[in-house]
């Protein structure tokens, strides 16, 4: 009851608790990524980087259609027991357990994994005559630092008497080493074309700073970066000291790597705002700018770019578009971002 009277006494409603009074005293921060090449036949993948490193949605191949055992139930002319039996019939995979309690081998192994051990059985081919190969290596070495240990303990007599035989044994060692590293060299190849054959297709990125106003949903800028997963602090801070408007109270971020990095303290200190972090694992308590990351992906999702600069112009296209058109989320629905910024600095 205070609260609410001390809201009524400040001119505060009650839906005007939850964001800013002002346009520019609040602005809420993200970053997002999306792939350096991008055609508007393809599915533009979620990706999270406020851990470090980022976490890739794994899209399915080219004319894949998504399926699951459980879409059998959507079949309207299975009764409830005709479509139980396809489910379990369609899902061999799942473990079977004794009634003891210790796990008995299925018939075939699971299906996404399948691949993946066949691929280590592949490798487990390619490591065997390796470990044959490591242990003669090892059984030479020892060897030979028994000759030498041997040579340099002899009288220089015994070694004048050795001396043939001796640079006998340097000119095999030294053959040996050789053959070694081109032992190791061709092994080298032979591990990138495996992992090539079997890692997932690199993508590259671009990181792109999203700055929205609290109080109007205004997008303040989309500064983009070709730097994607390695954007550093200092880019995004150099980018954001031009953007911040001026009186700015607050910026709420989620606890992503870059936003709780000494530099961007710097800034917080120097542009005299307090830094607002999000709770972990709690995004909507970040929902403008996560909010306006799924509109903006919505919108890229039929465009195509082959690279940052032809990415910028849809960026900037965007802007005014999203800054212009009705928003359901602000005080006065159905007003734009812009409308409502113009009515608050006329009041």
Known sequence: MAASRARKKRGLGAAEVGHAQQPGQTINIDVCFVPTQHSSEEKLPAVSG????????????????????GQVFAQADLDYTEAMQAYVAATPDRPKRAHAGKSTPTEEPPSIWRQDWENRAQWHVILQPRKQEDALWQAIRRHHHLLVVAYRHLSQVRRKQHRGAWETELHLWQQQKQEHKTLLEKRGQENEAWHQRHRPEARSWIAILVVTDNCTRQCLALPAFSTGARLSSSELVAALKIILPKGLQFVISDQGLHFRSNIFAELARDADFVHVLIYRHRPQSN????????????????????????LDPLLLQFQPEYNDRPHQGLAIPGLSPNELANRIWLM
């Open 50 to 69: 406020s851990s470090g490193h980022l976490v890739i949605e794994r899209l399915p191949a080219a004319g894949e259609e998504p399926h699951w055992p």
């Open 287 to 310: 929902g403008i700018a996560e909010r306006f990351v799924q509109t903006l992906k919505v919108w890229l999702r039929d465009k195509s770019w082959s690279a940052m600069d032809r």
